[in-house]
């Protein structure tokens, strides 16, 4: 295969890298200490297409091919890691449920205002309390009532979901079918008994907020189930599929814009007689993260490829997303310990890039469990190759 981006990519590369540059980056701080994003900087992703990245044309989105989304996910992170996260997840999460499971009526009813920046973000709602990675231990239960569905129960750590249009849940819709009765269900946010609960306090990543959300006898159509119900949990295993590649793109981002702070630093910075950048301990700091950065970007585009041709992908995208996100881990430390006590300061921007990068090896599956579905595969089918 030829890893050669295509002149269209190259483009919009530039017309997303000099938006975040205009509006995300400059605000990057900001967003941190107030933990809020200018609802106005998402009004205005929008018309570029990044609100509805995988959305088709036909419902008024971007219809992007997988590396160009991943391309602005990397952008987004570059300026901001909590915006590119909130991004990420309506996207990749809350909107790709309704791509890939949705009715066309769905589709139709539910996608053209988030994809356009008219209505608000979309959530997906896995995680409860006592069920994070493993997902055949959630309770939230769907119990139908006529033409109806009462959902029951609670999620935790759902990102978007104070500031969504609907949150796709998943439910136990048939709790005497195991994995094989869970559903899929698009619960509206104005739904009577639903609940939201303020942001949840977190180490970093500031303007992306998560929630817990409690569903009381909320009672949604029955025509709102997603795709086949009973399907919920292989639906949403292939969404995180999915998921696993913008994670990964989101970490190159984070981890190169920690890069290049650290070599702004470097290049100013004066200690014995000479910069930084002269001493051989930094010079390896700032080689092992150039390099790792570009073996992560390598593999997030690999997968990316594989979706775009149809291809399996799903131990390509966890290789992608375990191994960035941990080397975005490592490049943000190694910034921090070429600042010295800067680094370690709120007024240098690399403590809020190291916050964030801690976050990626955790949400959308955590390394550990990226490890599982690896290793798995590579018993199934070997290990990846080009």
């Known amino acids: 295969m030829d890893f050669q981006l295509s002149e269209e990519q190259r483009l919009w590369r530039k017309v997303v890298h000099d938006f975040v540059a205009k509006e995300i980056k400059p605000l990057a701080q900001e967003i941190n200490e107030k933990e809020e994003i200018p609802p106005s900087v998402i009004k205005k992703m929008g018309p570029l297409g990044l609100l509805g990245m995988s959305v088709p044309e036909e419902y008024s989105g971007a219809e992007l091919d997988a590396i160009s989304a991943a391309i602005a996910i990397e952008e987004l992170a570059w300026g901001d890691g909590g915006t590119a996260l909130t991004i990420e997840a ?30 608000k973000l979309t959530a997906l709602a896995l995680t409860e309390p006592q069920a994070g990675s493993d997902l055949r231990a ?6 139908k009532d006529g033409s109806n569905w009462i959902i029951q129960g609670s999620k935790a ?11 796709v849940t998943l439910t136990i819709s048939d709790p005497e079918q195991g994995s094989r009765g869970m559903s899929l269900i698009l619960v509206p946010t104005d739904s009577k008994g639903l609940t939201v609960a303020p942001p949840e306090k977190k180490m970093g990543a500031g303007g992306t907020h998560s929630h817990e959300v409690r569903y009381e006898n909320v009672r949604v159509p029955i025509t709102n189930t997603l795709g086949v119900e009973g399907e919920g949990l292989q639906q949403t295993l292939k969404i995180l599929d999915g998921g696993r590649i913008s994670v990964g793109a989101l970490s190159v981002g984070i981890a190169q814009a920690a890069l290049e702070e650290g070599v702004r630093y470097a290049k100013e910075r004066q200690t014995f007689g000479k910069t930084l950048k002269e001493h ?5 700091l700032v080689a092992d993260a150039a390099a790792e950065i570009h073996a992560a970007r390598l593999m997030v585009y690999y997968a990316a490829w594989l979706k775009d041709q149809g291809k399996p992908f799903t131990q390509a995208g966890a290789v ?50 990226q490890r599982l579905v690896i290793a798995r595969k590579v018993f199934e089918d070997g290990p990846v190759r080009i």
């Not at 990749?92 to 008219?118: I, M, N, R, W, Y």
């Not at 750590?157 to 949150?167: C, Q, R």
């Not at 051989?280 to 390896?284: D, E, G, L, N, R």
Request: aromatic share 10%.
């Open 90 to 119: 309506h996207n990749e999460l809350g909107c790709a449920a309704v791509v890939l499971f949705g009715s066309a009526d769905q589709k139709k009813a539910f996608l053209p205002d988030v994809a356009t920046g008219k209505g």
């Open 138 to 143: 959630v309770k939230t239960r769907a119990t």
């Open 157 to 167: 750590w759902i990102t978007n979901a104070g500031d969504s249009e609907f949150i």
């Open 280 to 284: 051989q301990a930094i010079q390896w």
């Open 320 to 369: 992608a997303k375990l191994f960035a996100t941990e080397m975005a881990e490592r490049a943000s430390y190694s910034a921090i310990q070429i600042h010295g006590s800067y680094g370690y300061s709120r007024e240098y921007p690399v403590e809020a890039m190291y916050k964030a990068a801690r976050l990626m090896t955790i949400g959308e599956g955590t390394s550990e469990i």
